[in-house]
C-alpha cells in the first residue's frame, strides 16, 4: 500500500476530509451579498484545509517533533474553526443553524480521533527540540559540547569571499 493510500485510510484523515466537505457545502449557502459572512467562510474552509494538510505533513515527517509540531497547529486550526462556525448562529442573515451543530458534531469526534491519534506517535523516532516545546516526555537533551549544527557553515561558505562585497560597495 502506498503511503498516499495508508494516509486516505486514516480514520483522522477521513474525518478531516469530510468535515472539509462540510464545510465547503456550508460555504455554498452564504450569500456573496453579505460581506462579514463572506470573510468568515474563507477562514473556515482554510481552517478545513489546513487541518487536512498538517495530517498529512505529519503522517510524511514520521519523527515524534515534527508530528507534534503538526498536531499542534491542527489542534489550533479545529479549534478556531469550531469557534467560527458556532459564531454564525449570532448572525441575523444566516439561517442553516443545522450546519453549525453537524460540523460542530463532526468536530467532537474529530477531537477523540486526534487524541488517541496523538497518543500512538513514535516517542523513540525523534530530533532534540532546541525550544523544548516538542520533545517526548523523559527526553535527555544532547551534550551541548556534542552537538553538530546540521549544516557544516565552514563547507557552506568555502569559496565565498565577503570581504570583496564590501570593498566593492564603498566605491
Not at 49 to 57: L, Q, T, V
Not at 74 to 87: C, E, K, P, T, W
Given at each position: ?63 515524534y517533533s515534527i508530528r507534534m509540531q503538526n ?87 568555502e569559496g565565498m569571499n565577503f570581504d570583496d ?7
Amino acid at each position: 500500500m502506498s503511503r498516499k493510500d495508508k494516509l486516505f485510510d486514516l480514520p483522522i484523515y477521513r474525518k478531516a476530509e469530510l468535515i472539509l466537505d462540510l464545510v465547503n457545502s456550508l460555504l455554498n449557502t452564504i450569500s456573496e451579498e453579505d460581506e462579514y459572512l463572506n470573510a468568515t467562510k474563507y477562514m473556515m474552509r482554510d481552517d478545513a484545509a489546513i487541518i487536512c494538510a498538517k495530517i498529512a505533513g505529519a503522517e510524511g515527517g514520521d519523527m515524534y517533533s515534527i508530528r507534534m509540531q503538526n498536531a499542534a497547529i491542527i489542534r489550533d486550526h479545529a479549534m478556531h474553526l469550531y469557534v467560527q462556525v458556532g459564531s454564525l448562529r449570532f448572525h441575523d442573515s444566516f439561517k442553516d443553524t443545522d450546519y453549525v451543530t453537524l460540523i460542530r458534531k463532526e468536530i467532537d469526534e474529530f477531537r477523540e480521533l486526534f487524541i488517541n491519534w496523538v497518543a500512538n506517535f513514535d516517542k523513540s523516532n525523534y530530533y532534540w527540540d532546541e525550544w523544548e516545546l516538542f520533545n517526548p516526555p523523559g527526553a535527555i537533551p544532547p551534550d551541548p559540547n556534542e552537538y553538530q549544527d546540521p549544516i557544516n557553515w565552514d563547507d557552506f561558505l568555502e569559496g565565498m569571499n565577503f570581504d570583496d562585497e564590501e570593498d566593492d560597495s564603498d566605491e
